[in-house]
């Protein structure tokens, strides 16, 4: 028994010992994970009716280009990535060095109040933020009330206004999941740095742009990513808000995925075939944020 | 060495209980697959039948009628209905499809009627043929049978009645100087000045409608027998004048504050019960709704929708909403299944005798005939009002929503939008054929 043990060396135990802890895992991702994503391709290579699918070969890559419809979510969604991902950041960092601060009474109830958005379901937040905006919604009562409108403004109506509302949604359901990270991150820098600052005689606007935003650069990377996915991604408050319209001003690339699978006569393939363009889209971003943040080489 | 027996005998342990999890999850599915075809599934025993349908006010009650109905000749029979709302019916009808996995449908579900044609030809596996069974077509309005044919195949036995009825506050458009007369067998002209009448009187527009969903339009052009598509099935929509019409007439409507839009359901129904507007143009089940405001008794009568005014085929009779029963590939026993459905819904004037008054409207046209139809309802103004629904019903055009249909509806839903907005109706209704068009050149 021993013997045919002595001819695996001790490197090679360790080794295999590894792998062995390894493999579990690993099978799980890649039979529940990597398989599927491996299948979503191969279906986003066909086309066809429901069941009945054929070979397109890259087909449905150059047809999505073609259509108007998605590209006018395609762009919509770059429209939000590009205004409300900065503000809500900026935002976000503001709030968390302003709540960092020692001196400030209340702390812990400021904090679970900008936080306590995020535990709401996107559903339901969604549909409030429609009836507050709706024609005699509360904010239409609340301008009507202070003389600034005769009648009720068609919020979601009109499609700069429906963007807007979209986005200022956005900002509220997200600014406090992202200032989280951001306190947390906050919290690993030594206060004595900041001691330092107000020695120097440096102000509160120079101690934020010189000590705080270089020292959070990784988090703000890492928040900067994930809101880029979650933004590229975006489907519940198009679909509950604003149902993408008013013609199509603020329908998102997962609400028309979502049309095109069940609302409509199925396309699977084509619908996997924009899935994976937002794929792309996400890795791309990405990479160009991690090679323009990312200066640790 | 003790330790490293130890590690060793804890590795194996470890491995051999996630086997063990892994095998006895396996069997614990098993298990709990032959449990949900039991509840799911259609139902493997000769006397029952597995029915998915969603509300338990209206299409669920429904059944369970049927079922005791059909039981007085067979004792034996069974059914078993499954809750199942319509999205859940369409996304495991979907799912069950694509994966090869019919054998989790039931015997029988109810289908929306808009989406009948798409998931037939869409999963052409998943429906029995009824064409040739003992369920008796001609007993239905021919606009209705339409949503369930494909090829000149039924594939349905249609259930509700989504016929068209108008219901108008007739104390406002007293105010106005006007009777519910003056609302009966008129063209949508008449009821555009009309409107204007009771705006400037009472300051309410008639109508009010959803924007962004095209159900007062699609209404418009089922009316006229008018469809998104020509008999081919291609897109029919710059070259469609009944469409050209509906158009101008909806924007027009729109822009003498006759017609108001709303965004969304519950908005909708607020306009209606809380007296904003003066009438309501929906399938029959509206009812239900415009019923919400018992303060309003009394105070609605109904009548047929206005009709279009220059197109040939114009009527004041349309379709909308309505669902009907399909049987599905996976049930074992169609005999038992069409001879069911065949001596209840579509032979049985008993049983919508007793779910009338639940609001599901015959779409058999025998029913119309029986004395719970004639009777009256004090909500609109004591006027038989059933009858009258079933009447229109027989009178609704027969019109294809085609396999597109929602594209269709979308992209029209897109155009109007824009022309409202002010853009010029020509380029609009080209760029919503370019886009029915394009979805359907797959």
């Known amino acids: 028994m021993n013997g045919r043990k002595k001819k695996i060396t001790l490197a090679k135990k360790h080794n295999l010992t590894g792998w062995a802890f390894l493999v579990p895992a690993t099978l799980l991702i890649v039979v529940m994970s990597f398989l599927p994503m491996i299948k979503a391709f191969v279906l986003s290579l066909k086309t066809g009716i429901g069941v009945t699918m054929k070979w397109a070969g890259f087909l449905n890559y150059i047809r999505m280009f073609k259509d108007t419809v998605f590209m006018q ?179 998102t690339m997962s609400h028309y995925i979502y049309n095109t699978s069940f609302k409509y006569v199925p396309n699977f393939g084509y619908s996997a075939a924009m899935s994976y363009l937002i794929l792309i889209l996400v890795a791309v971003l990405a990479f160009v944020q991690m090679r323009v943040g990312d200066k640790r080489d | 060495m003790k330790k490293k027996l130890l590690c060793a005998v804890l590795t194996v342990a470890m491995v051999s209980s996630m086997l063990a999890g892994c095998g006895s999850t396996n069997k614990t599915e098993s298990t709990d697959t032959s449990k949900s075809t039991e509840a799911e ?157 009771v705006l400037e009187k009472t300051g309410k527009p008639l109508l009010s409608c959803i924007a962004g969903e095209s159900d007062v339009i699609v209404m418009m052009l089922q009316s006229a027998g008018g469809s998104f598509f020509d008999e081919s099935g291609k897109a029919n929509i710059v070259n469609n004048d009944i469409l050209k019409e509906v158009m101008t007439t909806y924007q027009k409507m729109v822009e003498a504050g006759v017609l108001v839009e709303v965004n969304d359901w519950d908005q909708y129904i607020a306009t209606i019960n809380n007296g904003t507007v003066a009438s309501a143009v929906n399938g029959c089940w509206i009812m239900a709704s415009v019923q919400g405001a018992q303060d309003q008794a009394g105070k609605w009568d109904i009548t047929n929708m206005p009709r279009l005014d220059s197109a040939a085929t114009a009527t004041n009779y349309a379709n909308q909403g309505g669902s009907s029963w399909a049987v599905t590939s996976n049930c074992k026993n169609v005999d038992l299944a069409t001879d069911f459905l065949s001596k209840t819904f579509a032979g049985s004037t008993e049983l919508y005798d007793q779910i009338l008054e639940t609001g599901a409207v015959a779409t058999y046209l025998p029913a119309g005939d029986s004395d719970a139809y004639g009777k009256t309802n004090d909500f609109f103004s004591g006027k038989p009002v059933y009858s009258k629904i079933v009447e229109y019903a027989g009178k609704i055009p027969a019109c294809g929503t085609g396999v597109y249909f929602y594209e269709a509806r979308d992209a029209v839903a897109t155009a109007i939008t824009n022309i409202i907005g002010g853009s010029d109706i020509n380029t609009e209704l080209q760029t919503a054929e370019d886009t029915v068009n394009f979805t359907m050149g797959q």
């Open chain 1, 73 to 251: 979510a395609l762009k919509n969604n770059f429209i939000y990535l590009i205004i409300q991902v900065p503000i809500m950041l900026i935002l976000a960092l503001i709030l968390a060095s302003m709540l960092n601060n020692k001196d400030l009474k209340f702390k812990g109830f400021f904090r679970t109040a900008i936080f306590l958005p995020c535990a709401t379901s996107l559903v339901s937040y969604a549909i409030i933020f429609r009836s507050l905006f709706a024609v005699d919604g509360l904010v239409n009562t609340i301008l009507i009330k202070f003389g600034f409108l005769h009648t009720g403004y068609n919020f979601l109506g009109h499609a700069t206004s429906a963007r807007i509302i979209i986005i200022i949604a956005l900002i509220w359901r997200w600014t406090g999941y992202n200032m989280v990270f951001y306190l947390s991150g906050l919290q690993n820098i030594d206060y004595s740095v900041y001691e330092a600052a107000k020695i120097d005689g440096a102000s509160p606007f120079q101690t934020f742009w010189k000590i705080t935003a270089p020292l959070l650069k990784p988090t703000i990377l890492l928040t900067t990513i994930m809101s880029t996915n979650g933004t590229l991604q975006l489907f519940d408050e198009s679909v509950n808000l604003t149902n993408g319209g008013p013609a199509n001003a603020t329908i």
């Open chain 2, 41 to 197: 599934g259609s139902s493997a025993d000769n006397n029952t039948l597995t029915v998915w349908c969603w509300d338990p006010a209206f299409n669920m009650n429904a059944m369970e009628k049927a079922e005791a109905i059909y039981q007085k000749e067979n004792p034996d029979f069974k059914l078993n209905i499954v809750e199942t709302p319509w999205e859940d019916v369409q996304t495991k009808l979907t799912t069950a499809a694509t994966s090869g996995q019919l054998d989790t449908l039931p015997d029988i579900l109810l289908m929306q009627d808009n989406a009948f044609q798409k998931n037939v030809i869409s999963y052409p596996d998943a429906f029995t043929d009824l064409t040739g069974s003992a369920v008796d077509y001609t007993q239905f309005a021919e606009g209705k049978t339409g949503f369930s044919t494909v090829d000149g195949k039924n594939y349905g036995v249609p259930f509700d009645n989504g016929a068209v009825i108008a219901c108008y506050r007739t104390d406002i458009l007293e105010q106005a100087g006007y009777s519910i007369d003056d609302f009966t067998d008129i063209t949508f002209s008449d009821y555009l000045e009309k409107g204007k009448v």
